[in-house]
Structure formats: structure tokens, C-alpha cells
């Protein structure tokens, strides 16, 4: 399958499932947002890549507004040079507008990765030639409140169903771009390329960007080149 035929069928798969509160509002930007992640997926997608870098699920300032993964508006329209329509979920939180290239609001974890990306590699062509990034689930969860709900957090009957499509997915996109090593953004993503893959892939972890994590605040992009390097990068 190809890339797109991939994020499409996941798209489809994770559609039909039905979300509880404290869960308000789901974001699905394969949906809204595919002009640009079909741009994402087919410039930068070509087989075979030497390493998956796959994070846990769209922000709200990234992802959720640009298609992309991590993708930080300026970063996305600037360096990876996409800049699509986006249209709007059908069920928008008033807290949480998606406004595509035209929110004011920069994601924190998105421009730390491809400042990263942009320095290391220079340009794009460059590190798609060796890396990909992948969002392990490709929806937002949004509370009443407007804060964002991980899917860790979501009830086991939600989790499930949600986990078996997005497994799957994975399983599909290492098939197409045969990566000599899978690496989880942040323990979620390692902990779900174990539990599927096991064996059979090599996998490792990198320090998640997020302003959360008082690590990432210090210093992120000068953290993971050790850790990259002790995986071989």
C-alpha cells in the first residue's frame, strides 16, 4: 500500500469510533487537513527510509492545523514549502479554531523537531532521504474545557478499538518505507512500536519536545544527538 492509501484507510478506521466525554470534541486532520498531508505524504515519502520517527498524536497549534506531523505552521510553510487549503472540522471547539496557515500560534514540540531537522540536515530533501515522522493516532482530543486529552488517557474500551487501528497503520507504513529502525518520539510511541513489532523491528526512543518535559526545555535538539547516536543516526 502506499502511503497515502495507508493514512486514508486509517482515516476511515478511526472515523467510525465514538468518543466519550470528558471528551468534546475529535479532530480529525486526515480529514480536514489531507491537502497538505497528501503533499507530506507523497514529496517525502518515497521508500526506503533508514529511520521511522513516529510521535503520539496531532497538537493543537501543529498537526491539528497544518496536516502535517509536528507540523508547526512557519516550519510546514517555510522549510518543508507546503501550504495547502485546510478546511474545518465538522464539530469545532470555539477554545481550539482551526484557522490552517493562518494561526497565530506556534507548537512548541513542532518547531523544536524540524528546527532540528532544518540545522542538522539543511534541507529537506536531505533528511527525508534518511528520516520520516509519523503520528502514531492521527486524531485530537479535545475536553469541554479545550484541554487536550492524550490517547493514553482514553478509557480501555475507547483505547481498543482506537489502538487495533492505529497498530495496524504503523504496521503498514514500516512495510512500505522498510526502516532499519522504528523510533518512538517519547515513551507512548516506543512503548506501542514494542508492543507491535517486538522483534522483529529494532526500536528506540528520543526525548519527546514537549515544554512539558522540563528535559526538552534545556536543550532538546543538543539531547537526542547522543541518544541518536547510540542508536546508530
Known amino acids: 500500500m502506499k502511503l497515502s492509501d495507508i493514512a486514508r484507510q486509517l482515516s476511515r478506521d478511526v472515523g467510525k469510533l465514538h468518543f466519550a466525554r470528558p ?3 475529535v479532530y480529525n486532520p486526515l480529514e480536514y487537513a489531507w491537502a497538505a498531508h497528501r ?7 518515497k521508500a526506503p527510509k533508514e529511520a521511522l520517527l513516529v510521535g503520539m498524536n496531532p497538537g493543537p497549534w501543529g498537526m ?13 510553510r517555510d522549510w518543508l514549502r507546503i501550504h ?17 496557515f493562518d ?10 523537531v524540524w528546527n532540528w531537522a532544518r540545522d542538522r540536515f539543511g534541507t529537506p530533501v536531505r533528511f527525508f532521504r534518511r528520516f520520516f515522522v509519523w503520528n502514531y493516532c492521527p486524531l485530537a482530543f479535545l475536553e469541554d474545557s479545550g484541554r487536550n486529552r492524550t490517547p493514553d488517557k482514553l478509557p480501555a474500551a475507547e483505547r481498543e478499538p482506537l489502538f487495533a487501528a492505529c497498530d495496524l497503520a504503523l504496521r503498514r507504513t514500516v512495510e512500505h518505507l522498510r526502516p532499519r529502525i522504528v523510533i518512538g518520539i517519547g515513551t507512548f510511541a516506543e512503548a506501542r512500536a514494542r508492543n ?24 532538546w535538539a543538543e539531547k537526542i544527538e547522543p541518544q541518536l547516536t547510540a542508536l546508530g543516526l
Open 23 to 25: 471528551v468534546e470534541h
Open 39 to 45: 503533499v507530506y505524504l507523497e514529496r517525502f515519502g
Open 64 to 76: 491539528s492545523q497544518t496536516g502535517v506531523p509536528f507540523g508547526e505552521v512557519a516550519a510546514v
Open 84 to 100: 495547502e487549503n485546510i478546511e474545518r472540522p465538522a464539530h469545532e471547539h470555539p477554545k481550539r479554531p482551526i484557522e490552517g
Open 103 to 112: 494561526c497565530p500560534r506556534s507548537e512548541v514540540s513542532g518547531r523544536r
Open 196 to 219: 507491535i513489532f517486538g522483534d522483529e523491528v529494532k526500536i528506540g526512543r528520543i526525548l519527546h519536545p514537549s515544554p512539558a518535559s522540563p528535559l526538552a526545555n534545556s536543550g
